[in-house]
């Protein structure tokens, strides 16, 4: 795809307006772990979005062609905060190759989280999707184009990984692969894709997450600092080997509707990304007691149930229950009986696949 770069600041009028974007986050399924430069992934990875865990992005902005790009305020749930504000503010400069008009614009943004507080669950995905949809929402009005097009959500998802890698999957809903691959053609390092749903099984549609809180602070090392340790890392080349080879499996899984296949795969992809944390140099441990406690609870109970209830986890120690709604009798009592006593105040999240991002009407911030 060519993403178009240039253009006359000046071929904008003077203007003004407001464009909200609510936009989620995602789970991966197949990890991006290590990138190149400018967030080229390293290997494929394919995810889903969440229902509950969006940020909301109110951007208004007026154009002046004799005043420069200022990000004038920024507030999350009704706070200034000067810490976003300023990696927004990056990110947003960032952009001003692509986006002429930004370099004239005075942008205020209100943003507002639906993560439970302190969760421990990362929201730079459904905070850069949305950013992204906004600002490709301002072009698309300047310009007079249709938002919500193949092409707009395409430069949305090609945006959003500017901000954060794995945000580029947040744009669409359903299974989402991000990464080239000669696996599925289409695919591409630079935006995401989102699989048909003929290659997704019916028995996927609805999939459930149980997000366990096993604890709601800080990261000790943050994910950029992780990417960033795969360049050296003694495994790095099996690792995109064996991403290639977990994705290609997955894609079979979620055609066929092959749940344990799908469980098999997606907990591999969990303890492998960990355990390439550990053998770092240096190396790291996100995973607390509880993690691997809950972890093994999962798997006695699936020895002794069969349900299908598989774990996944991100780059923390908290854990993602992945289920089909189909089997929520059978799972909801088993995280309430067995896995709250484990979890950090006794917290869960309840959450599960969503629709995707939602533009949101002037004014009902
Ligand atoms: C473990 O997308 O947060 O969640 O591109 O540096 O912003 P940056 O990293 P980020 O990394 C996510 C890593 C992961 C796996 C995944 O979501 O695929």
Same mark, same amino acid.
């Given at each position: 795809?060519?993403?178009?770069?240039?253009?006359?600041?000046?071929?904008?009028?003077?203007?003004?307006?407001?464009?909200?974007?609510?936009?989620?986050?995602?789970?991966?399924?197949?990890?991006?772990?290590?990138?190149?430069?400018?967030?080229?992934?390293?290997?494929?990875?394919?995810?889903?979005?969440?229902?509950?865990?969006?940020?909301?992005?109110?951007?208004?902005?007026?154009?002046?062609?004799?005043?420069?790009?200022?990000?004038?305020?920024?507030?999350?749930?009704?706070?200034?905060?000067?810490?976003?504000?300023?990696?927004?503010?990056?990110?947003?400069?960032?952009?001003?190759?692509?986006?002429?008009?930004?370099?004239?614009?005075?942008?205020?943004?209100?943003?507002?989280?639906?993560?439970?507080?302190?969760? +421990?669950?990362?929201?730079?995905?459904? $905070?850069? /999707?949305?950013?992204? #949809?906004?600002?490709? &929402?301002?072009?698309?009005? %300047?310009?007079?184009?249709?938002?919500?097009?193949?092409?707009?959500?395409?430069?949305?998802?090609?945006?959003?990984?500017?901000?954060?890698?794995?945000?580029?999957?947040?744009?669409?809903?359903?299974?989402?692969?991000?990464?080239?691959?000669?696996?599925?053609?289409?695919?591409?390092?630079?935006?995401?894709?989102?699989?048909?749903?003929?290659?997704?099984?019916?028995?996927?549609?609805?999939?459930?997450?149980?997000?366990?809180?096993?604890?709601?602070?800080?990261?000790?090392?943050?994910?950029?600092?992780?990417?960033?340790?795969?360049?050296?890392?003694?495994?790095?080349?099996?690792?995109?080997?064996?991403?290639?080879?977990?994705?290609?499996?997955?894609?079979?899984?979620?055609?066929?509707?092959?749940?344990?296949?799908? +469980?098999?795969?997606?907990?591999?992809? $969990?303890? /492998?990304?960990?355990? #390439?944390?550990?053998? &770092?140099?240096?190396?790291? %441990?996100?995973?607390?007691?509880?993690?691997?406690?809950?972890?093994?609870?999962?798997?006695?109970?699936?020895?002794?149930?069969?349900?299908?209830?598989?774990?996944?986890?991100?780059?923390?120690?908290?854990?993602?229950?992945?289920?089909?709604?189909?089997?929520?009798?059978?799972?909801?009592?088993?995280?309430?009986?067995?896995?709250?006593?484990?979890?950090?105040?006794?917290?869960?999240?309840?959450?599960?696949?969503?629709?995707?991002?939602?533009?949101?009407?002037?004014?009902?911030?």
């Amino acid at each position: 795809m060519t993403i178009q770069l240039s253009g006359q600041a000046t071929d904008f009028p003077r203007t003004s307006g407001q464009t909200c974007w609510q936009s989620p986050a995602n789970i991966a399924l197949v990890k991006y772990w290590g990138k190149y430069p400018v967030q080229i992934p390293m290997n494929p990875s394919l995810s889903f979005v969440l229902k509950g865990s969006v940020v909301k992005i109110c951007m208004d902005y007026s154009i002046d062609p004799d005043s420069p790009f200022e990000l004038v305020s920024f507030s999350l749930n009704g706070q200034v905060n000067d810490i976003f504000k300023s990696r927004i503010d990056n990110y947003l400069e960032g952009l001003v190759p692509f986006f002429p008009f930004l370099k004239h614009a005075q942008i205020h943004i209100d943003s507002e989280s639906s993560f439970p507080h302190s969760a +421990g669950i990362a929201s730079s995905a459904a $905070a850069f /999707s949305a950013l992204a #949809l906004c600002v490709c &929402s301002i072009e698309a009005e %300047i310009s007079g184009k249709a938002p919500g097009t193949e092409a707009f959500l395409r430069r949305a998802s090609f945006m959003a990984r500017l901000g954060s890698g794995s945000a580029c999957r947040s744009i669409y809903d359903g299974m989402v692969l991000w990464g080239k691959t000669e696996q599925l053609p289409g695919s591409s390092d630079e935006y995401a894709v989102k699989l048909e749903s003929r290659h997704v099984h019916r028995r996927f549609m609805k999939m459930k997450d149980a997000v366990l809180i096993v604890d709601s602070g800080t990261k000790k090392v943050s994910s950029s600092a992780g990417h960033a340790l795969m360049h050296h890392h003694p495994y790095r080349e099996q690792r995109k080997e064996q991403a290639s080879a977990n994705l290609g499996r997955l894609l079979n899984a979620l055609q066929r509707g092959e749940m344990p296949l799908f +469980g098999e795969i997606i907990e591999n992809e $969990a303890l /492998s990304l960990h355990s #390439l944390m550990m053998s &770092s140099s240096p190396g790291y %441990i996100l995973m607390h007691p509880n993690t691997i406690r809950l972890l093994e609870k999962i798997r006695e109970f699936r020895r002794e149930t069969r349900a299908h209830a598989y774990f996944t986890l991100d780059a923390g120690p908290n854990i993602h229950l992945i289920y089909p709604e189909s089997d929520a009798a059978q799972v909801i009592p088993f995280i309430r009986d067995e896995l709250t006593s484990l979890c950090r105040d006794g917290r869960w999240i309840d959450d599960g696949m969503g629709t995707g991002p939602e533009r949101i009407a002037h004014g009902s911030k």
